[in-house]
């Protein structure tokens, strides 16, 4: 049997799942090694197998005591259902144990970094959409900057990344810093991503924020304006050149932060346009 519990939003403390969880009922608790702390280890049955790990050795050692019919407890940090491990655990063990059913694994939530920075600020999540650069190269521009907040996961890699990102639209955003939550030296302000990346080193990062999440908030609107296409065809005599600026840039599916390359781009119209509405990058490019 296996078990995934959140630990919620803290320093890397079990606390918060001891509360929840009779860890007498368990075989053995696995979880990341940063949560080896003596608070934690003091938390903790005396009869009960404890294991910190590092997610590679999870993997395997979850898949062994669950061969051996063990009740598993795995804790997560944050919520199990937010960008946590537990999705690719379950497709490991689905992968690697045919009669491993991840329809039978117990999940306690927890609250998550999101959930809680949310809170903090008052704001609706129906307005934000989450991303994470958590070990990721890149951004999903089809999901930035969409909504009017989006709340991002990072590591200590993420700032330059979207400082990179944004630096074209840069006084369109407000940046907030959620770091070290739940802890004593918590911070959730507002906070200048540029200004930072220039100069803070990335050992000073990760001394001073990491862990830290970013909400960023849109000041712009990016809500279409244009006509449907019938309308157009429907008008006497011939098209404006604001009419057709408006079907090409309608018909190009822009997101926000997307490069455009505008070739013979003229008085370059189209990529102003363009940006009024998408705050997308441009390259213009126009023979001499």
């Not at 960008?83 to 117990?106: H, M, Q």
């Not at 908030?217 to 990016?222: H, V």
């Not at 003229?266 to 213009?284: E, H, N, P, Q, T």
Request: glycine share 4%; hydrophobic share 40%.
């Amino acid at each position: 049997m296996l078990t995934i519990a959140g630990s919620g939003i803290n320093l890397y403390s079990l606390a918060e799942v001891i509360e929840k969880v009779q860890c007498s009922e368990f075989d053995c608790l696995v979880t990341d090694i940063n949560f080896d702390t003596p608070e934690n280890r003091k938390l903790l049955p005396a009869n009960l197998e404890v294991n910190f790990l590092p997610f590679k050795e999870i993997r395997l050692f979850i898949k062994e005591k669950y061969l051996q019919n063990k009740k598993i407890l795995y804790v997560v940090t944050g919520s199990p259902i937010f960008y946590s491990a537990t999705k690719e655990i379950l497709r490991y063990l689905e992968n690697e144990i045919p009669e491993f059913d991840s329809n039978r694994v117990n999940v306690l939530p927890a609250e998550s970094s999101k959930d809680y920075i949310l809170r903090k600020l008052n704001i609706p999540e129906s307005e934000v959409t989450a991303l994470s650069l958590h070990g990721r190269d890149f951004l999903d521009l089809t999901k930035f900057l969409t909504t009017k907040y989006t709340f991002l996961l990072c590591d200590e890699h993420s700032l330059q990344k979207i400082a990179d990102d944004t630096r074209f639209i840069q006084d369109d955003l407000i940046f907030y810093i959620g770091s070290k939550l739940g802890s004593d030296d918590e911070r959730i302000t507002k906070f200048d991503l540029h200004k930072a990346t220039k100069e803070m080193s990335l050992e000073e990062i990760k001394q001073a924020l990491v862990p830290y999440v970013l909400l960023i908030e849109r000041k712009y609107d990016i809500s279409q304006t244009f006509s449907n296409n019938e309308d157009f065809e429907t008008n006497a005599g011939m098209l404006t050149k604001t009419d057709k600026r408006a079907i090409t840039i309608q018909s190009l599916e822009l997101q926000p932060n997307l490069l455009m390359w505008d070739i013979g781009a003229g008085s370059g119209s189209v990529s102003i346009d363009a940006y009024k509405i998408f705050k997308i990058r441009s390259l213009l490019f126009e023979k001499n």
